[in-house]
């Protein structure tokens, strides 16, 4: 089925005249011209900002930063290929200044937040319609998801107002706790004047979407007010978390997906709209915005298929998350697509085979048998089982990139989120066991009992349920005390690493910013 974008709004915009020339555009835009103060174009000067969401699953910033720090992904250097000091310090938590996925991250980041800047600045002095003041909310919203992570792993930050243009002057450096109070106090502005699902295009901000940021400071308040690394003297929100999802689900406007990988296929935009999407990122390869290489950087060379001619044997997941798993899950694997494209979604082990069902070799003969084991700085071509987690099109005409959409927040989320915060709070046992067993129900595994519902339970469920997916693995690992600990070819990590440091060229670029302490 053909994808339904945003109807003549934002992603017509940016799929349309590509977001980097829409933005210098509008940049270059010095004489307040029909462009950048006509109302009737608020949808094009808000496109950089939404265009910015695709560098959050990025497999060379913001993606790789959130997953490769964790149990979840690694990219082991394998011989000569995907020797990468940066990816290997990444894994290791043996990061400093210099590294480039560090830095990488903290640079989209900041220049995310300076996009959501100009496209507010620019709508400010746009005619106040009812069309443009709901852009300027959304904007902002887009705006407090960028600080959230630039807060969440770099603590303080340089920061302008969106009023702000006199690029000679230096920023303000918001410390974490200014940043928090910040972020919180603009969602709580604008969540009032936003609109519902339905009420707005497919993939546009929703009252939700800001709600379940919202949700996600709040889960995560305790960390970001705590000492690390168990952050038992923060201060606690788990009434807010659970006010916040409470009113997402009494809303109405979403249900728990009763097919698992159907949201993870090629077209998945219409059943994502019809379940858990809350905030959709979109992509289009027959527009130019292909989503990342999932298949390229993550499958054999050997495994190729149809139009995928070229894969580049890359990352793999760790033996430490594989056997968490009760591999009976329907979330392990899937073999829907497998005569197809020759192999399994979802988490790929053991021999490979090809669509015809002969045996897969590596370069050197061996039979591609996918090992979990895998050595960090010299693996073999088939240490570390892989994973598909978005599944491709077997009939797609070009040789990389992904049309799947991404729904960076799912409605799985608002669940555990809240059992989580019932379970911590103490006080709604019974609750917390409905809410993860909700998920659990819609997946189609067992259930858990009252007696058998630990917190070790949520971190779990999180687990089988995001894996891959870019958005909270290294929240979830920090907020349940795992970050630094010992695992599979890590060592125990010192307590400052839970922040990244400031990198290199950051501080020689403004002599206001300190390093964080530890580096």
């Excluded at 056997?323 to 021999?351: A, C, H, V």
Aim: aromatic share 12%; net charge negative; with cysteine.
């Amino acid at each position: 089925m053909k994808k339904i974008y945003l109807i003549a709004t934002v992603l017509l915009a940016f799929l349309l005249q590509g977001c980097t020339n829409l933005h210098e555009e509008i940049l270059n835009e010095q004489d307040n011209s029909s462009l950048v103060s006509n109302p009737s174009n608020a949808a094009m000067v808000a496109a950089p900002a939404y265009a910015a969401l695709r560098d959050l699953m990025s497999d060379g910033g913001s993606w790789k930063v959130t997953e490769c720090c964790t149990d979840e992904a690694i990219f082991p250097t394998r011989g000569s290929d995907w020797n990468d000091v940066n990816n290997r310090t990444l894994f290791w938590h043996t990061y400093d200044a210099t590294n480039t996925v560090v830095r990488n991250t903290w640079n989209g980041l900041m220049q995310h937040v300076t996009s959501c800047n100009v496209a507010l600045n620019y709508l400010g002095n746009m005619e106040q319609t009812d069309d443009v003041k709901e852009y300027m909310n959304e904007v902002t919203v887009l705006r407090s998801l960028f600080m959230y992570y630039l807060m969440d792993y770099y603590g303080h930050f340089p920061f302008r107002e969106a009023s702000e243009t006199d690029y000679s002057s230096k920023p303000t450096i918001l410390s974490r706790v200014d940043a928090l109070a910040r972020i919180i106090k603009d969602l709580q502005t604008v969540i009032p004047n936003l609109k519902e699902k339905g009420a707005v295009p497919y993939g546009r901000v929703t009252k939700a979407t800001a709600q379940t940021i919202l949700a996600h400071v709040y889960l995560n308040y305790q960390v970001f007010t705590g000492k690390a690394p168990a952050f038992t003297d923060g201060e606690s929100k788990w009434d807010e978390v659970i006010s916040l999802c409470d009113d997402i689900i009494k809303s109405g406007k979403y249900q728990l997906a009763d097919d698992y990988w159907k949201m993870f296929l090629s077209d998945n935009a219409d059943y994502c709209d019809k379940t858990e999407g809350i905030l959709p990122i979109i992509y289009d390869q027959a527009t130019g915005t292909g989503g990342s290489n999932w298949l390229n950087m993550a499958l054999h060379y050997s495994m190729t298929f149809n139009n995928f001619k070229s894969f580049w044997n890359g990352c793999c997941t760790t033996p430490t998350f594989v056997d968490s798993w009760d591999p009976s899950d329907p979330r392990y694997t899937s073999d829907r697509l497998k005569s197809q494209i020759g192999f399994n979604i979802g988490i790929i082990g053991g021999q490979q085979y090809s669509i015809a069902g002969e045996k897969l070799k590596t370069r050197q003969g061996k039979d591609l048998n996918f090992t979990k084991e895998f050595s960090v700085d010299n693996a073999t071509e088939e240490q570390g089982y892989r994973v598909v987690k978005f599944a491709p099109n077997p009939d797609y005409q070009w040789g990389s990139g992904s049309d799947n959409d991404v729904m960076f927040y799912r409605y799985s989320d608002i669940y555990l989120m809240r059992g989580e915060a019932k379970f911590r709070k103490g006080d709604d046992i019974a609750g917390a066991v409905e809410d993860i067993n909700a998920v659990r129900k819609a997946r189609g595994v067992k259930e858990y009992a009252s007696s058998g519902l630990t917190l070790a339970s949520f971190y779990k469920e999180r687990g089988y349920e995001f894996y891959w997916e870019g958005m909270a693995r290294r929240d979830d690992m920090v907020r349940f005390n795992h970050y630094c600990e010992a695992r599979y070819n890590v060592e125990e990590t010192p307590a400052y690493k839970i922040l990244f440091p400031i990198p290199q060229t950051a501080l020689e670029a403004n002599s206001d910013l300190q390093q964080n302490e530890g580096y």
